[in-house]
C-alpha cells in the first residue's frame, strides 16, 4: 500500500505544472529596445520616452500592463523607470496587483565604430510596491548591452542579472539576442530569443522567441506588435504584446530621395 502511495505521488508531480510566477522585471524601453531586449541606444539628452503595454500571456495566463519612462540625462546616460501590473492571473479578477516597481540606468560607455559594437552597462534596485503574490521583496541587479549595426540590421545582446530580497527566491539571469531588420524609412522587422533561469530554482524556466514589427506613426510616436512561442516546454508557451511609445520632443525624420536623372 506505501508502495502505490508513493508511485501514485510520483506520477502527480510529473504531471503538474510547476512554474514560478512569470514577472516581467526591469524592461527596456521601446523604441530604443528590440522587444524586451535592451539595445545600448537611448533618448537623446533631455528627452523624455514614455512606453505603455499591454501584454497576454496562456498558461499561464496573465493579463498585464507595463509602463516604462526614460530620460536622456546625457545622450549617453539612460534613466529608467517601470511598474508592471497585473490586470489578471489564471483568469481571475481576483488575482491582480502591481509588481515591484523598478529604477535604474543605462551608460552607453563605447560608441559603435566601423569593426566594434556599442557597449552599454545598467545598474537597477526594485521595491516592494504591490501585490505580495508578484512580488520580489525588492532586490538589485544590473548587466551588459552590445549593440552593432550590419547593413539594415541591429543586432543585440544582453547578459542580466538580478538578486531578488525575498526569502526562498534564488538569483536569476537572462541572456538576451535580438535584431531589428529596417524594411522602410519608417519600420522594422523585431526578433529576438529570450532564456532565464528560473528565479526559484537553478534550472531554466523561459526559453522563447519573439516576432515583432514597430511603425514610426509621426514624428514623436511608435506602435508595437509582437508575439512569443514557447521554444522548450516552459511556460507561458504563448504570449501577444502591443505598445505604444512616445518621444518627446519629436524628431522629424529626414527622408532621402534622389531625383531622376
Known amino acids: 500500500m506505501k508502495k502505490l502511495i ?17 514577472r516581467k522585471g526591469f524592461s527596456p524601453t521601446a523604441p530604443f529596445s528590440v ?70 540606468f543605462k551608460h ?39 549593440t552593432k549595426k550590419v547593413g539594415p540590421v541591429k543586432a543585440h545582446g544582453n547578459l542580466i542579472y538580478f538578486r531578488p530580497n525575498k526569502e526562498g527566491l534564488k538569483e536569476t539571469w537572462n541572456l538576451n539576442l535580438g535584431s531589428q531588420l529596417k524594411v522602410s524609412y519608417n519600420s522594422s522587422i523585431l526578433f529576438e530569443i529570450i532564456g532565464r533561469k528560473a528565479i526559484d530554482k537553478n534550472k531554466i524556466d523561459l526559453l522563447e522567441w519573439r516576432l515583432g514589427y514597430r511603425v514610426r506613426v509621426t514624428d514623436f510616436s511608435y506602435t508595437t506588435f509582437s508575439t512569443g512561442f514557447d521554444i522548450k516546454n516552459r511556460t507561458p508557451d504563448v504570449r501577444f504584446i502591443f505598445g505604444i511609445s512616445l518621444v518627446l520632443p519629436g524628431e522629424k525624420y529626414k527622408r532621402i530621395v534622389k531625383d531622376a536623372d
Open 6 to 22: 508513493s508511485f501514485l505521488i510520483f506520477i502527480l508531480i510529473l504531471t503538474s505544472h510547476s512554474y514560478a510566477f512569470d
Open 108 to 146: 552607453r560607455v563605447i560608441d559603435e565604430t566601423t569593426y566594434l559594437p556599442a557597449f552599454a552597462y545598467m545598474l537597477y534596485v526594485s521595491g516592494d510596491f504591490g501585490n505580495e503574490e508578484f512580488s520580489t521583496e525588492g532586490g538589485f541587479g544590473g548587466g551588459f548591452i552590445i
Open 35 to 104: 522587444i524586451s531586449t535592451f539595445s545600448a541606444e537611448s533618448p537623446k539628452q533631455n528627452q523624455v520616452t514614455i512606453d505603455f503595454n499591454f501584454e497576454l500571456t496562456n498558461d499561464p495566463d496573465i493579463k498585464r500592463t507595463n509602463l516604462n519612462v526614460s530620460y536622456g540625462l546625457t545622450d549617453k546616460v539612460e534613466i529608467i523607470a517601470n511598474l508592471p501590473y497585473n490586470i489578471s492571473y489564471h483568469n481571475s479578477i481576483n488575482g491582480n496587483g502591481a509588481e515591484d516597481v523598478n529604477f535604474g
